[in-house]
C-alpha cells in the first residue's frame, strides 16, 4: 500500500518544490495536493505525472483561511484514504483568535 502524502500549498512555491522532491526520492508515494486553484492544481497535477508516471498524484480543493474549506477537505481526505502518513502544512494562515485549535485537531483527528 502506497503512503499517502498531503501537501498544502503545493500549485506552487515551496509546496512545489516539496512535491517534486519527494516524489524523486520515492515513487511509490500518492501524493496529495491540497490546493485553493483546482486548475492550477491540475497544471501541477499534470507536470509531476509526466515527470513521475509511476506515482499516483490527486488533489483535494482547500482554502486554509475558511474553516469550513478545511473542515470539507478533511472529511473527504478521510473518505477517500482513510489515512495520511505525512503532512505538510506549507499553506500560509492567520490565526484566529476565536478560534478553538485544541477543538478543531480533536474533530479532525477522531475516529
Not at 508516471?53 to 478533511?74: G, R
Request: hydrophobic content about 45%; glycine content about 8%; some cysteine.
Amino acid at each position: 500500500m502506497r503512503k499517502v502524502v498531503l501537501v498544502t500549498g503545493a500549485s506552487s512555491g515551496v509546496g512545489l518544490a516539496l512535491c517534486k522532491r519527494l516524489l524523486e526520492e520515492d515513487d511509490e508515494l500518492h501524493v496529495c495536493l491540497a490546493c485553493r486553484n483546482v486548475g492550477k492544481a491540475e497544471a501541477v497535477r499534470g507536470a509531476l505525472l509526466a515527470s513521475n508516471p509511476a506515482s499516483e498524484v490527486s488533489i483535494v480543493q482547500v482554502d486554509v483561511c475558511s474553516l469550513q474549506s478545511v473542515l470539507q477537505a478533511a472529511g473527504e481526505l478521510k473518505q477517500r484514504f482513510q489515512r495520511l502518513d505525512y503532512v505538510y502544512l506549507n499553506a500560509g494562515i492567520m490565526p484566529n483568535p476565536q478560534l478553538n485549535i485544541k477543538a478543531l485537531f480533536s474533530g479532525l483527528f477522531s475516529s
